[in-house]
């Protein structure tokens, strides 16, 4: 019962810290997100440690769920309107930011005291955008320009980027340590991102079929959380990247469903609510011992992976004939870092367990710094592009 009594006393403490966080947040030039990860930092362990254990200890499915649903409505943005008008734009800038940022930290990174394998490893994570974060900026700031509808369709593609660069990444490493049959790394990184296609087509044909017939013209948040996590799940037991296969699912039905508008407006009602959960967890479990040991290479790992999203997507920018707005203010707009990069972390230090310590240290310390600092600059990126509509 004291069990009980406590998680409901956390979730309920939690969610009402993020109606304290959108007050604050309407009065200051500090998005909710920022406030939510330092919030997290003030009562976790390395604060007043408030947040009982059988409550973050359900951290890992509490993530799942919000990327998830965050994965579903970034391939929502996917719309055949939004790439016929803007194609060249967002893969131009989607994939020169990605290669551009991987190559520039790996680069400062082997300058260091790193041995080359890690720096190869974390200049791929370097790649990922938080997908969440930026989302949840765009919607706060109520920013309906196609500069906002651009950023999100990128966010939607970087992380497919970033997962091939990581799985590159993977066998060169593997390459590097001298094991024989680094082309298996290869082979299965595109097993996952295929399967991750396959299983969001899957779901999406019958699921974009059934949008808004089940009830006829109302929109049904029971059969988006089903589509969602039923592609969620599989994905998980598929061993394949459950955030594409979410975002498949979500351009899938936007394109295809008669009602496709209904499950992306019924699933926001509960988008925040996950988001307050997520961000607050993730600010709580910063280690701020372990910052003291890898200290360099975090700040080397900050400043880099900055430099390579900004001029990376400047660059794309200017191939695809952007305005100057997007030139300009694009990259910081994708500077957030969160689940996506914790993820592939994870995957690393399971598959190179020597790096295990290095890794995990480096990405999660300046995750916390991007999920702080990112939000920033998307919220000053978005105003510009409204003052110059």
């Not at 039905?253 to 508008?261: R, T, V, W």
Request: aromatic letters at 8%; hydrophobic letters at 55%.
């Amino acid at each position: 019962m004291l069990a009980n009594a406590q998680f409901l006393l956390a979730l309920g403490g939690i969610l009402f810290l993020g109606l304290i966080t959108d007050m604050i947040g309407k009065k200051t030039f500090l998005p909710r997100i920022t406030l939510l990860l330092i919030f997290g930092v003030i009562i976790g362990e390395e604060g007043f440690n408030l947040i009982p254990t059988i409550f973050s200890d359900r951290f890992e499915i509490i993530a799942e769920m919000t990327l998830l649903v965050v994965g579903f409505m970034l391939g929502g943005t996917l719309t055949s309107e939004t790439i016929i008008k803007s194609g060249r734009t967002i893969l131009s800038i989607s994939i020169s930011a990605a290669i551009f940022t991987t190559v520039i930290v790996a680069l400062a990174l082997s300058t260091t005291e790193l041995p080359l394998e890690i720096a190869i490893l974390l200049g791929c994570i370097a790649s990922a955008t938080a997908p969440a974060a930026t989302v949840d900026t765009v919607i706060e700031s109520n920013n309906k320009s196609s500069f906002s509808r651009s950023l999100l369709a990128i966010v939607a593609l970087d992380d497919v980027w970033g997962l091939i660069l990581f799985s590159l990444g993977i066998a060169l490493v593997s390459a590097l340590n001298g094991a024989a049959n680094e082309s298996h790394f290869i082979l299965s990184a595109g097993i996952e991102i295929g399967g991750s296609v396959l299983l969001g087509l899957g779901i999406g044909l019958p699921a974009a079929f059934l949008t808004g017939r089940i009830k006829p013209g109302q929109p049904m948040l029971t059969e988006a959380l089903a589509a969602v996590f039923i592609c969620g799940g599989l994905a998980l037991w598929l061993n394949v990247s459950f955030l594409i296969a979410a975002m498949v699912l979500g351009a899938t039905i936007a394109n295809l469903a008669k009602h496709h508008e209904y499950p992306f407006n019924a699933i926001e009602g509960i988008e925040w609510p996950l988001m307050i959960i997520f961000f607050i967890l993730a600010g709580a479990s910063l280690n701020i011992a372990s910052l003291n040991q890898i200290g360099l290479f975090i700040i080397v790992f900050i400043i880099f992976r900055s430099i390579g999203k900004i001029v990376g997507a400047n660059i794309g920018a200017r191939i695809s004939n952007a305005d100057n707005i997007t030139c300009r203010w694009m990259g910081a707009a994708l500077l957030p870092q969160a689940g996506a990069a914790m993820g592939m972390a994870l995957v690393a230090a399971n598959q190179f367990p020597e790096y295990r310590q290095t890794l995990l240290s480096v990405v999660i310390s300046s995750t916390i710094f991007f999920e702080i600092i990112g939000p920033i600059f998307t919220r000053m990126a978005l105003r510009k592009s409204e003052q110059n509509n």
